[in-house]
Structure formats: C-alpha cells, structure tokens
C-alpha cells in the first residue's frame, strides 16, 4: 500500500522560512516524479515543484521560483520542500503526490495516482 505522509507546516511570518518533508512508502518503481502542490480555499489545486528522481530534474512554478526549492533523500524515502522568503500568497494546503507515468512535463495533475493528506501553510503580515 503507497503512503505519502507530508509534515512540516505550521505559521511564520512574511519573510520566514518553513520546510516541508513528505515520506514515501510502499511505492516501488524505481524512478519517479514526486509533485509539491497547494490550494488555497477558493482557489484551484496548483503545482509548485515537481522532481523526477531518476536525474533529480525539478519544475518550479513562476511563483516560487527562486524562493523554493525541492530535493530528495533517496535513502529515507523523504521528499522535501524548502520555502524560503514566505509571502502571505503561499498561504495554502500543501500536498505531496507521486506518479509513475507521465505524458509531459512537468506531469499534469490528474496524472499523480498517490497523494497524501495535507500539511497547512499559513503565512501572516
């Protein structure tokens, strides 16, 4: 049985820092493509940062690019999502889903078959 368990969110200030971590287990390709996604309420479910782990190739999304960044722990099964430079627009859910096969890159969300439940993010003024 796949698990994604994601951990890490919590409240910071405009500014701070936070790092999300994601452990994968039960998932047995040997190379795959792990997204960090976030919804906001109202808002539509969008990728921020997907990694591939066989090259460790990584997508950002223009809103984070150059604040987050995503790595990987093969060793540990663990994913990570630092966020540095937090603005009250990353406020959201975080998610971390996982997917084998993919069309394109980076991979369209209906594609990630795993998800996990959520870690909140807030980020206050």
């Known amino acids: 049985q796949v698990q994604l368990v994601e951990s890490g969110g919590g409240s910071v200030q405009a500014g701070g820092s936070l790092r999300l971590s994601c452990v994968i287990s039960?998932?047995?390709?040997?190379?795959?493509?792990v997204g960090w996604f976030r919804q906001a309420p109202g808002k539509e479910r969008e990728a921020v940062a997907v990694?591939?782990?066989?090259?460790?190739?990584?997508y950002y999304s223009d809103s984070v690019k150059g604040r987050f960044t995503s790595s990987h722990d093969n060793a540990k099964n663990t994913f990570y999502l630092q966020m540095n430079s937090l603005k009250p627009e990353d406020a959201a859910m975080y998610y971390c889903?996982?997917?084998?096969?993919?069309?394109?890159?980076?991979?369209?969300?209906?594609?990630?078959?795993?998800w996990g439940q959520g870690t909140q993010v807030t980020v206050s003024s």
């Open positions: 990694i591939y782990t066989r090259n460790s190739n990584t």
């Open positions: 039960g998932f047995s390709y040997s190379s795959y493509y």
């Open positions: 889903a996982a997917a084998s096969v993919v069309s394109n890159w980076p991979p369209p969300n209906y594609e990630y078959k795993y």
